[in-house]
């Protein structure tokens, strides 16, 4: 996973710098970085409408592979995103949010019951 942080990290750093000597402030890039996530969002549903066949004027238009290469894109330019926002710890700060979050989803490690922790009220 390294290799992906150091990846977006130099797309990040390239981003801001152009922003930078285009004159925009950094929530101005901040901003516009977030409406590309939606940019390319709109792109992702758009071709899961054409795997589906949604629009009567382009009918079947897309197939999933395109909807995987939106999907990828949206996440990208995302974690880019938070590279810029966050550019001395968008590794660890993404760590942090992920454990998070998939706390409320994933059971958590489980011990054996011979190790499990006994309460307070259990020599009661």
Do not use: C
């Not at 589906?52 to 949206?74: C, L, M, Y």
Request: glycine content about 8%; overall charge negative; cysteine-free.
């Amino acid at each position: 996973m390294q290799h992906v942080w150091t990846t977006i990290e130099e797309l990040a750093r390239t981003f801001t710098e152009r922003a930078g000597e285009r004159g925009l402030s950094e929530e101005e890039q901040w901003t516009l970085q977030v409406l590309k996530i939606g940019e390319e969002f709109g792109e992702a549903a758009q071709a899961v409408i054409g795997v589906r066949g949604s629009n009567p004027r382009k009918g079947f238009s897309h197939d999933w592979s395109d909807v995987q290469a939106e999907v990828a894109d949206t996440a990208i330019t995302a974690l880019v995103a938070l590279a810029r926002m966050r550019p001395d710890d968008a590794e660890e700060y993404f760590a942090r949010q992920l454990a998070a979050k998939s706390a409320r989803f994933l059971p958590g490690p489980r011990q054996p019951a011979s190790e499990a922790p006994v309460s307070p009220e259990a020599g009661r």
